[in-house]
Structure formats: structure tokens, C-alpha cells
Nanobody, 115 residues
Framework: QVHVVESGGGLVQAGGSLRLSCAAS????????MGWYRQVPGKQRELVAT???????NYADSVNGRFTISRDNAKNTVYLQMNSLKAEDTAVYYC?????????WGQGTQVTVSS
């Protein structure tokens, strides 16, 4: 069982920055992809960014150029640096970890951007 914990959310003004962190712990076999998703009430959860254990990244068009995903494989940790935040980035951000083909989710961390 893999335990996933996010941190770093909060309230920020538009144009500001936040950094999210996510750590995976427990019985870990081989983590491939780690990523961030977000969800607002009434809408489906959507991909924000992912990174493979080889360092390949993928971003949603809406955040490309503003957000940067990175990971520390030795610590089983993934980060999301969010710059130039907009009101529409307000959401609960969830960390996703793919370990040996099984997906694990964190509880989510709220990000609120005031305009």
C-alpha cells in the first residue's frame, strides 16, 4: 500500500506563486509516473502535469509555461511550482502516483487564487 500526502496549498493573489509538494511512502515497488491533477466543484478532475521516472514531462495547455513539475526519485517526491497564478487555477490539487501499474491518490490540497 502506498500512502500519498500533499502539502503547500493556500491562498495567493493573482500573479503570485505557490509550490506544492507530494511525498509517497509505504510499500513501494517501482513508481513510474507521478503527477498533479485538479478539480473544481461540479467539474471532472483534470490533468495538470505529469513526470515519468525518466524525467519526461507533460502539461495541460492551460498551465504550460507557468507551472513546472519536478521530482526527486530518491525521496519519492514530486513538486509543482506554480507561477503567474490566475483565478481560474483555483481548485483542489491532487497528487497521483503510479506504482507498478496501480494508481494512488492523495487527499488533495486547496489552492485559492484571489483576483
Amino acid at each position: 500500500q502506498v500512502h500519498v500526502v500533499e502539502s503547500g496549498g493556500g491562498l495567493v493573489q493573482a500573479g503570485g506563486s505557490l509550490r506544492l509538494s507530494c511525498a509517497a511512502s509505504g510499500v513501494i515497488f517501482s513508481i513510474n509516473t507521478m503527477g498533479w491533477y485538479r478539480q473544481v466543484p461540479g467539474k471532472q478532475r483534470e490533468l495538470v502535469a505529469t513526470v515519468t521516472n525518466g524525467g519526461s514531462t507533460n502539461y495541460a495547455d492551460s498551465v504550460n509555461g507557468r507551472f513546472t513539475i519536478s521530482r526527486d526519485n530518491a525521496k519519492n517526491t514530486v513538486y509543482l511550482q506554480m507561477n503567474s497564478l490566475k483565478a481560474e487555477d483555483t481548485a483542489v490539487y491532487y497528487c497521483n502516483v503510479l506504482d507498478w501499474g496501480v494508481a494512488y491518490w492523495g487527499q488533495g490540497t486547496q489552492v485559492t487564487v484571489s483576483s
